[in-house]
């Protein structure tokens, strides 16, 4: 059997992808298309999102684009109800929006407004997907809910405290859910992520050989950890792993994609 041949990893199943307009979420609502998946791009960058579905169509995969704000409660479920409305059910949620604010710092020295707004976007913007989703994947006899959290919620020499209280929210949440929706088997699962060299790390912190000042030295960290700078595709393979039954033993778990950072 040739490639071309092959089943898709995720044939079959129904994604939603938030915030997958740009970065991590839009490498791996490719590559969840390319295996099989019917994918929802939902993301606040509307055109980014439709973007990302027409590339996929034109490719001949299955998408559409749904305006969403995870700030929304509102919006959130419209965008859920909106997915399972034009492919019919839902198997898969990859929670992908967040992210440190350049303004987050040391507790002694943070000012507490990036704590509505980090609180806000990682986790509650992460839990009411999960809240609006999970009844529908139970009802689809369930699947798999994978959420972002960071390598920061592994280590503690991190200076974004906020971010990593948030990242850490993800993690413990994550678990909870995996307890209490096995039943109805679905999975949850959270990434904690290294450096990916997405458009937004790159407008903030830089990339190897040319870092942005103010931040880690990039280049003195991959001294140690040659494998922490990584590529949307490293996590997106990550995430469908996760996402599809070839991980059908893996729930609870906080994967650390980080170049063993957190590790050694
Ligand atoms: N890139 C990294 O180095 C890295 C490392 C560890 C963890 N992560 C996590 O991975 C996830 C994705 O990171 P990325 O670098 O791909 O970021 P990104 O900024 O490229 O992607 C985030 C997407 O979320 C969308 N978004 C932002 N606010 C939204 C809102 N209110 N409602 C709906 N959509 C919204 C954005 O438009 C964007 O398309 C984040 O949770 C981030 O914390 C990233």
């Known amino acids: 059997m040739n490639d071309r041949q092959r089943p898709g990893r995720l044939a079959g199943k129904v994604a939603l992808i938030v915030g997958g307009g740009t970065g991590i979420g839009a490498c791996a609502a490719r590559l969840f298309a390319a295996e099989g998946a019917a994918v929802a791009v939902a993301d606040i960058q509307h055109e980014a999102a439709s973007q990302v579905a027409q590339s996929i169509v034109a490719a001949g995969g ?37 992210g440190s604010l350049p303004a987050d710092a040391p507790v002694t020295e943070v000012d507490f407004s990036v704590w509505d707004r980090t609180m806000n976007l990682d986790v509650r913007g992460t839990l009411l997907a999960c809240r609006h989703a999970i009844p529908h994947i139970v009802a689809a006899g369930g699947g798999s809910v994978v959420n972002m959290s960071s390598g920061a919620a592994l280590r503690g020499s991190g200076k974004a405290h906020i971010y990593a209280a948030a990242k850490g929210a993800v993690v413990a949440v994550t678990r909870n859910i995996a307890g209490t929706y096995a039943r109805h088997n ?53 995430a469908l792993f996760l996402a599809s039954d070839e991980s059908r033993m893996i729930t609870g778990a906080a994967i650390p994609a980080d170049g063993g950072r957190s590790a050694y």
């Open 62 to 98: 299955q998408s559409v684009a749904i305006a969403a704000d995870v700030m929304s409660e509102e919006s959130v479920r419209a965008a859920v109800d909106s997915a399972v409305r034009q492919f019919g059910r839902l198997q898969v949620l990859f929670n992908c929006v967040g």
């Open 186 to 238: 679905v999975r949850a699962n959270a990434i904690c992520a290294g450096r990916i060299n997405t458009e937004r790390i790159r407008r903030t912190y830089g990339v190897p050989g040319n870092p942005k000042p103010g931040d880690v030295n990039i280049d003195e960290v991959l001294k140690t950890y040659p494998f922490w700078f990584g590529e949307p595709e490293d996590i997106a393979n990550v």
